[in-house]
């Protein structure tokens, strides 16, 4: 056979993967290539048979034709492939959150495992997890199309107005609001000079005393400063830049810091004083502002997405 | 603004396409000779198209094939089955149905 036909059929053979009509498709492509050669040019050389192969077509169109009727996702899937990612990495992610949180891996049969990890690592771990979501996602769904059966899959109703999000994001700023952030955050800043702190135990007039040790007053006053500076840093450059991005910034920035801090814990940093363990509910409030913080992280995420969206389906 | 008429002609070849290779396989003949028979008659098939086409009819079960390997060179012959006139009658029936209405309806909007 023919170099130039021997690749060119070994092209369009790669492209039709592995169906067990595949040799039959080749024979028929190879047959029909040499009998045109032969009418057409009067002999099955390498000559003539370039000249038909170049009529025939490339080999990954050809291949597409006889893969037309065979989906891998049924598009009226493709709703449910976006929307049960999204749940599923919501979930996924909180769990993400809180195993970084308690510095404690994760284990839920069969599909999860979420591993100890320090700040760099859980920043490279959350997309990680998405495409993971994705892909199970998308698994399941290649085998309900497959088994061609009717198969009515749950729609879940997220009652959330993503509409009214992107709106609100785009409102314009206003100046009242940032004076009024700038002076409680301004007040925050005295109170922290004056005291070395911003969480108290008593604030009896002869005396404030902190919630924790100086050490700890300061590293978590200064975190708590760095938090709400980026939430009053972000409404300003709001009104220089009107983008999405901002937020997310803002919000990634947020979840970094308190990163940084869940990841340098301080020895003996609660005093003990009450009839509790009080650990445990310092844990649950940062677990609580760090949850607090990743929805906010994924709405941000989410709008830009739809925005993106939306940009592009307009452009086609 | 030039619109592309070729995806409007592919998708409304999709089923003239079925009728034209039913009529054809009336008698068995192999691929090639087809795309030559229709080129007399001034239309052009492409054999990229024509080969998954067959192989779809025949899944169906209303063409079917055999390879002849008599001469040097083998070739796959198809030719209509049972279930593939019975498909082809009802399908020129839609057609010719479809032909009506819209000449009708040409005819109306010729009158406006």
Do not use: C
Not at chain 1, 290 to 305: E, H, P, R, T, V
């Amino acid at each position: 056979m023919s170099k130039r036909l021997e690749n060119y059929l070994e092209e369009i053979s790669h492209y039709l993967g592995t169906g067990k009509e595949k040799q039959e498709i080749l024979t028929e492509i190879k047959s029909h290539i040499m009998e045109k050669a032969e009418q057409e040019f009067g002999n099955v050389g390498e000559e003539s048979i370039e000249r038909v192969i170049e009529t025939y077509g490339n080999p990954q169109e050809v291949a597409e034709k006889y893969m037309d009727d065979q989906q891998i996702i049924a598009p009226t899937f493709k709703g449910h492939l976006l929307r049960y990612t999204a749940v599923l990495f919501f979930v996924h992610f909180a769990l993400t959150v809180l195993a970084f949180i308690f510095k404690t891996r994760m284990l839920i049969l069969p599909f999860f495992y979420i591993p100890k990890m320090d700040n760099f690592q859980a920043l490279f771990y959350f997309p990680m997890i998405f495409i993971y979501d994705l892909g199970l996602v998308g698994i399941i769904l290649y085998f309900v199309t497959q088994s061609r059966k009717d198969i009515r899959l749950p729609w879940p109703k997220l009652k959330l107005n993503w509409q009214k999000m992107i709106d609100k994001g785009q409102e314009k700023p206003k100046i009242l609001l940032l004076i009024l952030m700038f002076l409680g955050y301004a007040a925050l800043v005295f109170v922290y000079i004056t005291y070395h702190t911003l969480f108290f135990k008593s604030l009896n007039p002869g005396g404030v005393e902190s919630l924790f040790s100086p050490e700890a007053s300061r590293w978590y006053s200064l975190a708590l400063l760095s938090i709400l500076g980026a939430g009053v840093l972000a409404y300003l450059v709001k009104f220089f830049i009107r983008s999405e991005w901002v937020n997310l910034l803002r919000s990634a920035a947020q979840l970094l810091i308190l990163g940084i801090v869940i990841n340098r814990p301080i020895e003996n940093a609660i005093r003990e004083f009450f009839y509790f363990d009080t650990h445990l509910v310092a844990d649950l409030i940062v677990a609580l502002i760090a949850l607090l913080l990743a929805i906010d992280f994924m709405k941000n995420l989410i709008i830009l997405g739809i925005k993106a969206f939306r940009k592009k389906s307009l452009a086609q | 603004m030039a619109i592309d008429i070729g995806p409007f002609e592919t998708e409304m070849n999709r089923g003239f396409l079925q009728v034209l290779v039913l009529v054809l396989l009336e008698k068995d003949k192999y691929g090639y000779l087809m795309v030559k028979q229709l080129e007399e008659k001034g239309y052009v098939l492409e054999e990229n198209t024509l080969y998954p086409l067959l192989r779809r009819l025949e899944k169906k079960g209303l063409i079917k094939s055999k390879w002849d390997i008599s001469e040097d060179r083998p070739r796959k012959f198809y030719v209509i089955t049972k279930d593939g006139r019975d498909v082809r009658a009802e399908l020129l029936k839609i057609g010719r149905l479809q032909n009506k209405i819209l000449n009708h309806l040409l005819k109306e909007n010729q009158n406006v």
